[in-house]
């Protein structure tokens, strides 16, 4: 296990399709994090994941985004009826609760056109 | 709320420079990160800290926690340390970062 991957890496989609992103963290974190980046801007923090448990969700955009972690391994993060305003990099985080530290995959850099 | 403050927000130096960014926040915290983005790259974790001081090759961590300040140095800088260097801290209560505005390093020949 070399560190948190995430696909795709880029991601081109029309204006209303919906988009799915995938995040494989580090197997013995049990905490996994979703963060968008806009151009210029810093990471804007999403939702995060204890185990399978999804322990903060308010932060997400707008009812059109959900995320899963369904056997506490791997994450998904859906984008439904995608709009133009939502081109930006989606980065995933694991981490292990009692080190604090993160780390971070390559992301998934979204373009609705 | 605890902010978090990088200084400078750009920083222009040539190869060889000694490089010093600062980080400042406002409330406890539980430990801070710095972190490295290359333009249109993810983000890379250098150092998470709690107290003390951490070196990695050419880098340098350190933090006062009486003082709620770090700093991030760079010994003979290089091009190819150019990048948007982030601050962030974690807090005892969520875990969730909260970020610098990071700081905009670029290295010239």
């Known amino acids: 296990d070399t560190g948190v991957s995430q696909n795709p890496r880029h991601k081109i989609t029309k204006r209303g399709q919906n988009v799915t992103f995938r995040c494989d963290p580090i197997?013995?974190?049990?905490?996994l994090y979703w963060y968008r980046q806009t151009l210029g801007q810093g990471p804007e923090f999403l939702t995060y994941?204890?185990?399978?448990?999804?322990?903060?969700k308010s932060r997400l955009l707008s009812d059109r985004f959900s995320a899963e972690r369904p056997k506490g391994s791997f994450s998904t993060l859906e984008i439904q009826r995608t709009e133009q305003g939502d081109s930006a990099m989606y980065l995933c985080?694991?981490?292990?609760?009692?080190?604090?530290?993160?780390?971070f995959g390559s992301g998934t850099r979204l373009t609705v056109v | 709320k605890n902010e978090v403050e990088q200084s400078p927000q750009n920083l222009t130096a040539q190869e060889g420079e000694f490089i010093t960014i600062n980080c400042s926040y406002s409330?406890?915290?539980?430990?801070l990160h710095w972190l490295q983005q290359h333009p249109g790259g993810g983000i890379v974790s250098l150092f998470m800290?709690?107290?003390?001081?951490k070196k990695h090759g050419r880098l340098i961590a350190t933090i006062n926690i009486q003082e709620k300040h770090s700093s991030l140095h760079i010994t003979a800088s290089h091009p190819r340390d150019s990048a948007v260097y982030i601050c962030?801290?974690?807090?005892?209560?969520?875990?969730?970062?909260?970020w610098g505005a990071g700081t905009k390093l670029i290295i010239k020949p």
């Open positions: 985080a694991s981490s292990l609760r009692e080190v604090y530290g993160y780390t």
């Open positions: 197997s013995e974190h049990n905490r």
């Open positions: 994941f204890q185990n399978e448990a999804q322990l903060e």
């Open positions: 409330v406890g915290i539980s430990a």
């Open positions: 800290l709690s107290s003390g001081k």
């Open positions: 962030a801290v974690a807090w005892d209560s969520n875990y969730q970062l909260i």
